[in-house]
């Protein structure tokens, strides 16, 4: 099983970045799809979540309106849309597959500052 996220980097406050998460080697339309950040010094979070259809999904109080996710089932690949990005959001970003079994991807940093 392979998580591969992209789309991370510098962007100033108020920017946006899409983040993407491939996924290989499991069956993509039946898991549950996360992502988690984990800023320095501070345990990993949960961001987002949508299940398996795309018909729900659930947010952190800190980025609910800012961000949006979503997956498309037929690419087997899960995306995070930031907008009105804030310092804070500064972390590594983490896709997790959850079906019994969990998996993570290796991260992508997501840096904001001016």
């Known amino acids: 099983v392979q998580l591969v996220e992209s789309g991370g980097g510098l962007v100033q406050p108020g920017g946006s970045l899409r983040l993407s998460c491939a996924a290989s080697?499991?069956?993509?339309?039946?898991?549950?799809m996360n992502w988690y950040r984990q800023a320095p010094g501070k345990e990993r979070e949960l961001v987002a979540g949508i299940s398996s259809a795309g018909d729900s999904t659930n947010y952190a109080d800190s980025v609910k309106g800012r961000f949006t996710i979503s997956r498309d089932n037929a690419k087997n690949t899960v995306y995070l849309l930031m907008n009105s990005l804030k310092p804070e959001d500064t972390a590594v970003y983490y896709c997790n597959a959850v079906w019994g079994m969990r998996y993570w991807g290796q991260g992508t940093q997501v840096t904001v500052s001016s």
């Open positions: 080697g499991l069956t993509f339309r039946s898991y549950y």
